[in-house]
């Protein structure tokens, strides 16, 4: 009983984060390549600007289709999955922490993917989910 009334509280709380959260927000990538030879490896460089409501970041991916592998930034994952050929998608998903004076942890995440065929250099990602959890 006691998690059916809080499941709406918890709902409207990650809605309500969900709408601040949601500000303007793209990443650029650049110099996306992708590479098969035996296995599928893929690299790419993906800039984040700071918002209102999450921090900027700057970092390099690289990995091997079509498993989830951190940057070198390890605030960021990325996963390629092979699509229709010519095409891939770009999953990118920033995690952060946030540790305010007298609460608990909180943890946010912004993720975006894109589908690009392999001759796109740059191209834009924009995050579409937003997720908090206090
Ligand atoms: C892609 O971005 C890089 C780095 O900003 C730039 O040097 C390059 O000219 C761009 N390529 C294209 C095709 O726009
Ligand atoms: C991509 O990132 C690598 C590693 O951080 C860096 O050495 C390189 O200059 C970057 N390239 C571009 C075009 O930003
Ligand atoms: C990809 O992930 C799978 C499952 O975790 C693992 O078995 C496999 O070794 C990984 N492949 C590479 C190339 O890292
Ligand atoms: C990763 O995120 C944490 C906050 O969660 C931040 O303190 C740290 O500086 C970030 N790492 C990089 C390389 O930006
Ligand atoms: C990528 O392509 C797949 C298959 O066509 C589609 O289901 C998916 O919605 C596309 N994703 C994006 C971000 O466009």
Known sequence: MQFTTLLPA?????????????????????NWQIVSSGGTVYSFNIT??????????????EGIVPNATACDDTNITAVVTEQTH???????????????????????WQSGSKNVSNTQNNFTITPTLFYGVA
């Open 48 to 61: 984040g600007a700071a918002t209102a409501n999450s921090p900027g970041f700057k970092t390099h991916c």
């Open 86 to 108: 010519p095409l891939w998608n770009v999953a990118v998903t920033h995690e952060w922490h946030i540790f305010p004076a007298g609460e608990s942890e909180q943890t946010y």
């Open 10 to 30: 918890l709902l409207s709380l990650g809605l309500a984060n969900a709408a601040t959260l949601a500000q303007p927000s793209t990443w650029q990538v650049t």
